[in-house]
């Protein structure tokens, strides 16, 4: 490819290649305090390019491709270059890896234990991650949780956190205007732009962390909390994971001790601070 950066972020290395500059320059600003080493070989490679030469140029489309890909996906306009990027490495993360078990889940640690979020896109859990690891919290990931299959622990995967909507001038307002991206307007999902990880959650992304609660976030709703039991959260959990089948008896084993182990709650909340409380209650009788 014309264009390529390498990025280590938690376990997996990717090799992103383009055909154009404008992608992979997005790229390096946001993960320019990610280790960058040219020399490891890649886990996952995401390619960035024109189906037809003269697409590069006149009316420039950008398709995904990689080690894995979604054959009818539509190519995005080259304004949307870093959301491709950003996808192409979600694809092949979530197709692909098999060292750990995944789940589409938002996590955060203190202590050397981890609080685990899972929920459909909308749910907050995202805007939950990011706002609580700009205090005492650190930021393990908004997109995927990782879990060890042998250990249990919750392995930390702190890509740049996609903000959507209403959450990017909430979380703006609290960070440093450096730590974020450009903002990609109209895209599938609305509006993004992608918050950097504070440097501290960055330098601690090879230290596990114990489960130690997970949540079933719902944003919108009047302050409510509710038990799940073991059940129930395996079977959310299952629908949240992309590779649980594949992992097979090791993914069935990983999956039942985190359900077993790890107290879990259904939550709704109003609002952002109402639903930072709530986590930090929840913590706190955790601990107890």
């Known amino acids: 490819m014309r264009h390529s950066v390498r990025i280590a972020v938690g376990p997996v290395q990717f090799r992103i290649g383009s055909d154009w500059a404008e992608p992979v320059a997005a790229l390096r600003h946001l993960y320019a305090g990610y280790p960058q080493d040219e020399t490891r070989s890649a886990d996952a490679t995401v390619r960035l390019f024109a189906a037809r030469p003269w697409r590069r140029w006149l009316r420039p489309s950008v398709h995904i491709g990689g080690d894995f890909i979604v054959p009818d996906a539509l190519p995005l306009p080259l304004s949307m270059g870093l959301l491709a990027a950003e996808m192409g490495m979600n694809l092949q993360v979530a197709l692909g890896w098999r060292r750990h078990m995944l789940l589409h889940a938002s996590a955060v640690a203190k202590d050397g234990r981890a609080l685990i979020m899972s929920g459909e896109s909308g749910s907050g859990k995202s805007t939950l991650a990011a706002l609580l690891g700009e205090g005492d919290w650190r930021l393990m990931g908004d997109e995927f949780t990782l879990i060890d299959p042998a250990a249990g622990d919750a392995i930390a995967f702190p890509r740049a956190v996609s903000l959507k909507n209403d959450a990017i001038a909430e979380v703006a307002s609290r960070v440093d ?112």
């Open 177 to 288: 205007a450096a730590r974020l991206g450009p903002l990609l307007s109209g895209t599938p999902k609305g509006d993004i732009r992608h918050l950097i990880p504070r440097a501290d959650a960055i330098a601690a992304m090879q230290e596990p962390a114990r489960p130690a609660l997970l949540l079933f976030p719902r944003f919108g709703g009047e302050l409510a909390v509710e038990p799940m039991g073991e059940g129930e959260a395996f079977v959310r959990l299952t629908e949240a994971s992309t590779n649980y089948v594949a992992l097979g008896e090791a993914g069935f084993a990983a999956l039942t001790r985190l359900v077993r182990e790890t107290p879990a709650f259904g939550i709704s909340y109003p609002d952002s601070e109402a639903g930072m409380a709530l986590v930090e209650q929840l913590w706190a009788e955790a601990a107890r």
